[in-house]
T-cell receptor
Framework: ETGVTQTPRHLVMGMTNKKSLKCEQHLGHNAMYWYKQSAKKPLELMFVYNFKEQTENNSVPSRFSPECPNSSHLFLHLHTLQPEDSALYLC??????????????FGPGTRLTVT | EDKVVQSPLSLVVHEGDTVTLNCSYEVTNFRSLLWYKQEKKAPTFLFML????IEKKSGRLSSILDKKELFSILNITATQTGDSAIYLCAVTYTNDYKLSFGAGTTVTVRA
């Protein structure tokens, strides 16, 4: 158990559906991240939140919409996704001090399949 | 464009062998290099390296960073089947929250 939980662990959705992924960290960290991991590709950073402020949006399509209501919770809202969005979505958290980033701890991921 | 390149992409060894994994990088504003092990889902943190030449050890795993030649190695000695995993390296940046990952090295340890 890494202290970062994600729900659901598996999700199958149609292209017209709206769903949300949830991440919660119990480590007292102040920064949270969303990553996408596709087969045979490096982990791709999607969004970074530091103290609830979004500090990075790595050219992610608007059909992915993050929300960070507090430093312990992070959501990824999904809307009209495409089949190529099928992937493992990983949440992570870390301490951040100013602009300095420390090691990240990952959740178990949500395996998303878009049909 | 920033690059983080891991080699080899995959390897198969037998229990008891020693494995050396490489991670080279070409980035601006480098701060640190991280190693992770990913077995089924979540990558688990192994090491953070910030200074050159200082070896970090944890059991049978060790790692070192060379900031002049821009690479790091991860060694696993006396490998066990439980070491089978994808090993990821990533770099962090000064004054930026970005984290750039390599594609990973898949290690398979056969009994």
């Amino acid at each position: 158990e890494t202290g970062v939980t994600q729900t659901p662990r598996h999700l199958v959705m149609g292209m017209t559906n709206k769903k949300s992924l949830k991440c919660e960290q119990h480590l007292g960290h102040n920064a949270m991240y969303w990553y996408k991991q596709s087969a045979k590709k490096p982990l791709e950073l999607m969004f970074v939140y530091n103290f609830k402020e979004q500090t990075e949006n790595n050219s992610v399509p608007s059909r992915f919409s993050p929300e960070c209501p507090n430093s312990s919770h992070l959501f990824l809202h999904l809307h009209t996704l495409q089949p190529e969005d099928s992937a493992l979505y990983l949440c992570a958290s870390s301490q951040a001090s100013g602009a300095t980033l420390y090691e990240q701890y990952f959740g178990p991921g949500t395996r998303l399949t878009v049909t | 464009e920033d690059k983080v390149v891991q080699s080899p992409l995959s390897l198969v060894v037998h229990e008891g062998d020693t494995v050396t994994l490489n991670c080279s990088y070409e980035v601006t504003n480098f701060r640190s290099l991280l190693w992770y092990k990913q077995e089924k889902k979540a990558p688990t943190f192994l090491f953070m390296l910030t200074s050159s030449g200082i070896e970090k050890k944890s059991g049978r795993l060790s790692s070192i960073l060379d900031k002049k030649e821009l690479f790091s190695i991860l060694n696993i000695t006396a490998t066990q089947t439980g070491d089978s995993a994808i090993y990821l390296c990533a770099v962090t940046y000064t004054n930026d929250y970005k984290l750039s990952f390599g594609a990973g090295t898949t290690v398979t340890v056969r009994a």
